[in-house]
DNA sequence: TATAAATTTACAAACGATTGCACTTTATTT
DNA sequence: AAATAAAGTGCAATCGTTTGTAAATTTATA
């Protein structure tokens, strides 16, 4: 009854008295085996419920059609997207992924690189921790001829094809959209100053304020974490201060939502009193009432586009030379808690 | 430069003029190797870079540390969620996840299971595809001596361990809170036929009903996909009632969004005119205002729970002979769409 | 010092698949 | 009918580890 051991070659050619050698190649369809003895093999290799040993397979070929994927954390909209995306385009193109998350731990990470390097990935699609500062141990993959792609939390110092929604953009687009609605005091409620986006939206509100002839007052910018309790006590910073500001262009969904909440909470009208923006395009934008206006960052189209250019390396079988990055432009959504009725 | 191959075993053994045995022996720090030696190889390992090639253990070996998960999406919250609760779990416990998504697919599910099984997983955590109909992909397993664990969408036919949420509990809860809370009319957003849940969530609302001494209307169930889309035309529909009903039970967020919508648009009061209750817990219902009743999930302790169940039938080498099914009790959460101010 | 016991190390055979090369058959040509 | 070509199969090595068993070395014992 228990059929404790999988099929083999082995055991089909022994069913069918030919050589392993024979049943390999006739299961390829390779030129040498004739039509006859091909089918023959099929037929006994389904009847014997034959799975063929990948594990087995990527020994001798000394690779795998395996991706590994690391993110700082799966449920969260953003990240979840990408990892759709990516399957996606492995699937496609068969590869399978496997998924591991650093929950914003540096160490996590490194721990997750060594066991997918271990496990012979064909290539690796990253998108570090806030903990990780250094990146030695995604340069270090560079000797074993692994491609590594970063996407939206991406290293400066690490050598690799990044795919990286333009933050500075986005965060000019929106900032130039409230000024031009007719918002005077634009406050923003920016992210933890050693994220590369954090620095990068900041960049792009301060350049809009400064291009439509606007004074970039420092009070007017409140660093926060990442989450909409953050959202929340930010802008109960902001609205304390003298002059209370009559628009937030928020780091992140999350923030701008605790600041939507505050906001609501004190009976503040939005838009009309204070207009709010955030970024990333979340599903919760749309519900809240108003629904926020934000910059969508793809982030399905992101984890595509990784995809594509690790698969691309892989294929090739040679790590790009001069790395490219991927700037996904996010899209200025607009929404009712920007435009005045 | 270029360092085409991974260090191996082989390399260290020439390095130290030692054989290979002893290499592998000390590094699994085998009593028979002595503490000097063992300290050597070490060194000398970490001195040449060397990462144990996995898949020539998990060949030798006949079984590997990974487990292989199949849902139908991955960016929907519950299932990122439960993604999550997975790996957590499975990284504590040594093992790495392979994530497949069947994109509701009947066909890509079977193909995702052989590719997994060909990959030779340790076990696998599925929740099928609304197009399933048919366990014998899942079933078939058995044979092969992989453990499965079912959670969510699940298959009454498949002899598996199992973990749901007590749909039909939620249910009643949920309408038996609407009655208490005072509503009369209370209608049914029901999910399609097929799938369990829906009639489960279904069977709750009408025991509810019937406890509560209510008479059960026909007409005050629809039947709708599983979206927002489809939450709101079904909500066009109980509107266009002769009896317009005064509260709405939906077979879950989305739905219960779709409802939410439709009603403000058309600038009905919530919880006033008509109440609203969703099933899962989905961030959004936090968002919307008022903020939706609806019934915790707990997709991320489902996970979890999947994640231990299944291990633990890996580790004692065999499947469970009475398959448990785990009842994750869902949590009713009260809020303002049902909570008459 | 010889011998037994204990310690340390090496040999070699797996695991399941792939593939270059050699070897049979059978078919073709002269 | 013999020689040659073509077609179909099989042999055996290989991938990097693990591990039972044998061998070699050291240490302890008589």
Do not use: W
């Amino acid at each position: 009854m228990k059929n404790k051991h999988n099929t083999t070659l082995k055991d089909i050619a022994n069913h069918l008295d030919l050589s392993i050698s024979t049943i390999s190649r006739a299961l390829h369809d390779h030129p040498a085996i004739k039509q006859e003895t091909r089918e023959l093999v099929k037929a006994t290799a389904k009847r014997l419920d034959y799975y063929p040993d990948t594990t087995a397979r990527n020994l001798q070929k000394r690779s795998t059609n395996t991706i590994g994927v690391i993110v700082p954390e799966i449920r969260h909209f953003f990240f979840s997207s990408a990892i759709d995306g990516i399957e996606d385009i492995a699937y496609q193109a068969g590869y399978t992924i496997f998924v591991a998350k650093s929950n914003e731990d540096y160490g996590r990470e490194v721990l997750n690189t060594r066991s997918l390097v271990s496990n012979r990935v064909a290539g690796l699609i990253v998108s570090v921790a806030q903990t990780t500062k250094n990146g030695d141990h995604l340069t270090a993959l560079k000797r074993r001829n692994i491609p590594v792609v970063l996407f939206d939390r991406v290293l400066d110092d690490v050598e690799a094809c990044k795919v990286v929604v333009d933050d500075y953009k986005g965060a000019y687009d929106s900032t130039t959209h409230l000024i031009e609605s007719g918002y005077k005091k634009i406050a923003h409620l920016a992210g933890p100053s050693h994220l590369k986006i954090s620095m990068e939206r900041l960049k792009g509100y301060r350049a809009a304020l400064r291009d439509a002839g606007y004074k970039f007052k420092e009070e007017l910018v409140v660093h926060v974490e990442l989450d909409e309790l953050h959202g929340t006590t930010g802008t109960k910073k902001l609205l304390a201060l003298p002059q209370v500001p009559d628009a937030i262009f928020a780091v992140n969904d999350p923030v701008a939502i605790g600041a939507h909440k505050e906001i609501s909470s004190r009976g503040m009208k939005i838009p009309d009193e204070i207009a709010i923006s955030g970024f990333s395009n979340n599903p919760s934008t749309e519900i809240v009432n108003p629904p926020l206006t934000t910059v969508d960052q793809h982030g399905y189209k992101m984890g595509q586009v990784a995809a594509q250019l690790l698969i691309e390396q892989i294929e090739q079988g040679a790590i790009s030379q001069h790395p490219r990055t991927e700037v996904v432009i996010g899209e200025l959504i607009i929404r009712g808690s920007s435009r005045k009725s």
